[in-house]
């Protein structure tokens, strides 16, 4: 079946450091892939997503790229701030009903 | 335009209790979504609903979970006669077209089983 697998954390960085967070997907057919965040105390927001291969998908600076050959949606960040602490989750969705999350990966920045 | 609302946002129940957990969709949106948040887990889909339909349940387990989204009023999950194993954040997404990617989630209700 379709799943997702996520870069265990948690993540600490110092500000302005560079962030990876790594995922690899499985799936049967061609997924959407999704990162989303979700900031303490909140729900999950859609951060950027991609529909298919070689897209990538971009905002607030965070970006990932499609890649169906290594299967993976790894977001990337230049520089982070204080402010990008959050839990991010990958996710991919093959119809309309169903979307598959990672497990999710916590990210604390440092001042 | 009020988001997503959940509540309670938390919610101690004793083991054999019911659970009652409340979503009020987006104005607007007809689709909802309810996922299931275990510790140190990921979101685990449960069910899609549309109104007074329940389009998807694959997720949810065979017993003790029902789920309504009524013609009016908030789409509720319901887990009878609870055990701790239920224990976890539940949230709730809504849609305006059915289409999943443009769903907004809720800020979640955490359930605690005693």
């Known amino acids: 079946g379709n799943s997702v697998t996520q870069m265990e954390g948690p993540v600490t960085l110092s500000e302005e450091a560079f962030l990876t967070i790594n995922c690899t997907y499985t799936a049967t057919g061609y997924p959407s892939l999704f990162w989303y965040v979700q900031y303490p105390g909140e729900g999950l927001q859609l951060l950027l997503k991609a529909t298919k291969a070689d897209d990538k998908g971009s905002n607030k600076g965070f970006e990932a790229t499609y890649r169906k050959e290594t299967t993976s949606f790894h977001l990337e960040k230049g520089s982070v701030q204080v402010s990008d602490s959050a839990v991010y989750f990958c996710a991919l969705s093959e119809n309309n009903n169903d979307m598959r999350f990672g497990a999710g990966t916590r990210l604390t920045v440092k001042p | 335009n009020a988001g997503v609302m959940q509540n309670p946002r938390h919610l101690v129940r004793r083991r054999g209790q019911e659970a009652r957990l409340r979503c009020s969709p987006m104005k607007g949106h007809s689709h909802v979504y309810w996922y299931r948040q275990l510790p140190e887990e990921g979101l685990k889909f449960m069910v899609y609903l549309q109104k007074e339909n329940i389009i998807d349940e694959s997720g949810m387990p065979k017993e003790r979970f029902s789920a309504e989204f009524p013609k009016e009023g908030p789409s509720i999950l319901r887990i009878q006669q609870v055990v701790r194993g239920d224990s976890a954040a539940y949230f709730c997404?809504?849609?305006?077209?059915?289409?999943?990617?443009?769903?907004?989630f809720g800020p979640g209700t955490r359930l605690t089983v005693t």
């Open positions: 997404a809504s849609s305006p077209k059915g289409l999943i990617y443009e769903q907004y």
